[in-house]
């Protein structure tokens, strides 16, 4: 849950965001900007902004926005209706971004995982994303991701988007939004 | 067929448009960018400069760079191997484009066929793209498009691209490139 005045303050922040990176947005686009708090209650550690371009049975684009350190919480795309999971394209187009997928544990990782909800972050491989730097996450693959000092702008690319059926790994989470 | 000059030319104007648009490339981009010239031997009036991010079994992201009236042929994209064709949707991102697919002709359009081509150029419903707009095209519509004065940067969001499947109006067109 997010109260009226964060909503507008994180779409704000988002404009703002999207302005340094050179990024336009239509005007009915930036009355359609979403907030997802993942039903923590702690939007500017835990959550994301995103402008969703597209999203069609067979494709999907859109910008994310990410305060600095605010994190996307670890979660995979698994198959829905005999499809196969969503496959993401993340490419930085401003500041910094610490992706985790599955693999080795990096040794002193850049990100750190947020204050009372470390056990709901697992996957530890690290891939430091500056712009112009992109990786693709096939379905299955366990991920979080969380900005730099400076919060980022990511453009993701990827097939049909259906943000209700990810896994996360926090049982608490809810994706659907809830704005009071 | 184009001339190393000119492709050097070519992807000279490619990142100093790219960087008016804000977009940051890799260094290996900027060596990958591809320069269609469609075998027409006339790529500052019918060309294209491409650079591909992502292109896997389902999903295709590019930035398209256009000269002023700079013109990419009209074409469509045909189901291939039993899937459906390539569905994509252009965001202009910097520049103004020029957009005709099927439908009604437009009275007065702004953009101009390319001369001594007129012939291969046949649908003529206009969808003008400033900054911030955007259009998709579902499989099998015929489509071709022109940058306005200043040129212009789109961004491509599709499903796999296969160019070499793509169905040309013109049946001079080859879609490999040659570079001399």
Not at 23 to 38: H, K, M, P, S, Y
Not at 102 to 109: A, I, R, V
Not at 164 to 179: K, L
């Amino acid at each position: 849950m997010i109260t009226r005045d964060q909503y507008e303050f994180l779409c704000k922040t988002t404009e703002d965001y999207l302005g340094r990176a050179g990024i336009v947005l239509t005007g009915a686009e930036r009355g359609q900007i979403e907030v997802a708090d993942f039903g923590l209650g702690e939007v500017e550690s835990q959550g994301l902004e995103i402008i969703t371009y597209v999203n069609t049975a067979r494709c999907c684009a859109k910008e994310l926005v990410m305060l600095p350190m605010q994190t996307c919480p670890e979660h995979l795309h698994p198959p829905v209706d005999g499809e196969p999971g969503k496959e993401e394209t993340f490419r930085c187009r401003w500041g910094t971004v610490y992706l985790y997928v599955d693999g080795p544990p990096t040794q002193s990782p850049s990100g750190v995982k947020p204050v009372g909800s470390e056990q709901h972050y697992k996957v530890a491989h690290e891939v430091v994303l500056h712009p112009g730097d992109q990786h693709t996450i096939f379905p299955g693959t366990a991920h979080w991701f969380q900005a730099g000092p400076e919060g980022a702008v990511v453009s993701e690319f990827s097939t049909r988007s259906r943000d209700e059926s990810d896994t996360f790994t926090d049982p608490r989470i809810m994706r659907a939004p809830e704005v009071v």
